[in-house]
């Protein structure tokens, strides 16, 4: 195999402002899944990898997803994953980063011999920008969507989700049928900026992806009696937002304690809201994460304990409904220190850290070893146009997942 | 004079079951000011002041409030007050008991020789229902309302407020004409019910009213940065929905530690208030209330402070907006005292209360010396068809307020 210096990390940030200049503009990225500018995104990227020597095949499976295959000695394949669309009034990087620099990665290797496969996936419809349902094409390749779940979902103007699909040449009950992409796969590789302000504030250009987080997601709803602001004395009132400004402190502090961890109040609403009264009932969200299953039962537990104390002490009652969770998703330990590898060779130092918002790699990573690279955002700002990362970081992120790509397959060839 | 014991309370308790029946129902009192139900309700305590033997006139001023006068030797004036009018589903003691009681008071009274001049006032538009302006009548007549504030307020469906006052005879302008009422107005005396929990839970029929609270009433802002809920650490979070939460139940706190003053957060809002990131904007409202001048101020330099600290901590900014403010109005020590024996020769024991609303008391104390009674709201209910009090004791305060009347009119006289 040749060298990874040869890797033109230049050439993947001119093709990132070449698609920004088509499918972006002054309000932002563009391509939201299931639009024509997604479809002009998708039709640009195809256009390049038809350029590149050594592929078997380029092809878009039931599910939307575009695949093209640079085959190996082995028919075992390493996975390079992205996705081309992009929340509306989107940033120039979220998702094509990660397809740009798998496509200089596939430039450079699918010329050459290689022991193993290597594959590259654009999955379809990360965002669910349109309809809600993000990481729907990798969902349906992996076998976790549920198609009814999704079939009556509509976009603002009131199109059916299989509609749009249907106009894109996606069948709604057969999108699972994309499954045998996977049949030989064998890992999965994914770059991404990382949307926080960590390796920011370390000066640091890349890092490499623990995990997602597990979430535990709960709205908690406190309830005493309002009464008149004038007339209720201090030691008499049942006031429902003191009991939950006081849990929602309890709840970040004891994130706070903890080790890489998060806890967040989201949503707030009291009743009767006015300024005349204190109020007898409020509701909040509580959002819980972390990537020990055990850390996160913990905290719930913690919460939940803090929150009854202090409903008991503010003579008010409390009530928790979940609104969503999803277990802790850990990457290859494996594949995690190949990452350092890479990341320690192009930029001299690693750092490794979880994933807040999830990605198509936490859905390979139910399925096969899978790792994920993190490249410095500024402000720790994406999904708005003023999401960056200084040139100079991304054609590290280019170098350093080429060599990932390499490192995972000469591993998966034993 | 005749001896206390020939008022007739459970007269005064029918009438006011009377009156429900005429102008309340199954969802509750609907005398609001300026509607017809309004007007019968007057006409119907007309009808009653009509069959008083002693009284040299009933009018109704220019500002739309009714009086009676049972003139005595001198021209001084002691004042009882009251207001018929309701908010809408309201109950049915707030404002109608003061006026019946006053009514029992002069129909035993008025038929006497007595030291000074006795009358009874019925307020117009104690509430400020119908068109968000509370007392209206008595404001006019003390001289603090400002026409031309008022000239552009509008009831829901859209009538002006100088248009619903022709209706009724009262012209906007002239309404401060009815100051010449209080010429020779020596005190001012009304009952109501507490619309608060402090007499029922003490077990005490009566107390006496020391004033009304100052009122400082301002919307707390906070502003940080929202950001994702996964991808930031909580170590670098600038959460403005924390630093809020930790400065409402600071403000909570100092109220507790003081005695007998109100601290309330009312409205709560956040932005943006969606469960994936924290909020980088929190305002909410914080209603401070003491009888002192000097502790209102120091709690609101307190809660400042508190807030600035909180602020730094959690990295936000804060910013105060006074919403409103009213002075603390201190009832008469002498007649306080007076009131104090009136409660005790009725109930036996007496208890002296800050009130947390507003009356028209307030207007009136800014002229004269004035006192309020006040009788035990059950749960602390008002403004609701479960207002409520017992009828034994609704009793003990008719009774009350008339041995006040004769006390004070003794007082008056030197």
Not at 79 to 89: E, F
Not at 295 to 309: G, H
Not at 394 to 406: D, G
Request: proline share 4%.
């Amino acid at each position: 195999m040749r060298s990874a210096e040869e890797v033109d990390s230049r050439r993947a940030v001119e093709e990132l402002k070449e698609l920004a200049e088509l499918t972006g503009g002054p309000d932002g990225a563009r391509r939201v899944a299931w639009t024509e500018t997604w479809s002009e995104a998708r039709d640009w990227l195809r256009g390049k990898l038809e350029q590149i020597e050594g592929l078997s095949e380029i092809e878009t499976d039931e599910a939307g997803n575009l695949w093209a295959t640079a085959p190996g000695e082995s028919e075992k394949a390493v996975l390079l994953g992205g996705h081309m669309d992009s929340v509306p009034n989107g940033g120039w990087l979220d998702g094509c980063l990660n397809t740009i620099a798998a496509l200089e990665a596939m430039r450079v290797l699918a010329p050459q011999q290689r022991p193993v496969t290597l594959r590259m996936v654009d999955w379809a419809d990360e965002e669910g920008a349109r309809f809600g349902r993000s990481l729907l094409g990798s969902s349906a390749t992996a076998g976790t969507l549920v198609p009814d779940d999704v079939r009556n979902l509509q976009d603002r103007d009131g199109v059916a989700l299989p509609d749009a699909l249907k106009e894109h040449g996606v069948e709604l009950d057969r999108m699972k049928e994309s499954h045998r992409e996977l049949e030989n796969a064998v890992a999965y590789l994914e770059l991404h900026i990382e949307q926080g302000p960590v390796l920011e504030r370390m000066d640091l250009p890349l890092g490499v992806v623990l995990g997602t987080f597990g979430v535990e997601r709960h709205a908690v709803r406190f309830t005493g009696q309002h009464a008149h602001s004038g007339s209720t004395p201090m030691d008499v009132r049942r006031d429902a937002f003191v009991a939950a400004a006081r849990s929602a402190t309890a709840f970040r502090d004891d994130a706070a304690r903890r080790d890489d961890v998060r806890a967040t109040t989201g949503f707030v609403n009291v009743s009767p809201a006015i300024v005349t009264a204190f109020n007898g009932w409020c509701e909040m969200s509580l959002d819980q994460r972390a990537l020990d299953a055990g850390v996160l039962a913990d905290m719930l537990e913690k919460a939940k304990e803090a929150s009854e104390r202090i409903a008991g002490e503010e003579g008010v009652s409390v009530e928790w409904e979940r609104l969503w969770r999803i277990e802790p998703i850990p990457f290859s330990e494996e594949l995690i220190s190949l990452g350092d590898e890479a990341v320690t060779e192009v930029a001299g130092r690693s750092h490794r850290l979880p994933s807040g918002p999830l990605h198509d790699a936490a859905e390979m990573a139910r399925l096969m070893p899978t790792v994920m690279l993190f490249v410095k955002s500024l402000r720790g700002l994406s999904h708005t146009k003023e999401e960056d990362t200084p040139e100079e970081d991304l054609e590290l992120s280019v170098r350093a997942l080429h060599r990932l790509a390499v490192k995972t397959m000469e591993w998966a060839k034993e």
